[in-house]
């Protein structure tokens, strides 16, 4: 799984997408909301520190997953 962090503009909020290993996308949250079912991802447990790769995540860098 791949995540990237898209810069907002104006009245648009950053936001997070996460694809797969084919770069198809398969969640699509804004970056600044709390994180809810993540379980659907395969993330249940990880909230916080996904929250935390998300602090410190670059602007438009894909990178892999890995938690």
């Known amino acids: 799984m791949y995540i990237i962090k898209v810069k907002g503009k ?3 909020p950053d936001y997070i997408q996460l ?3 084919h770069f ?3 969640a699509y949250f804004r970056a ?3 994180l809810k079912n993540m379980d659907r ?3 249940a ?3 916080e520190a996904l929250a935390a790769l998300i602090q410190n995540l670059e602007f438009g860098k894909l990178q892999k997953l890995e938690l």
Request: glycine share 12%.
């Open 24 to 26: 198809v996308l398969i």
């Open 10 to 12: 104006a009245k648009i």
């Open 19 to 21: 694809r797969d290993e």
């Open 41 to 43: 991802y395969g993330l």
């Open 32 to 34: 600044d909301r709390p």
């Open 45 to 47: 447990g990880k909230e």
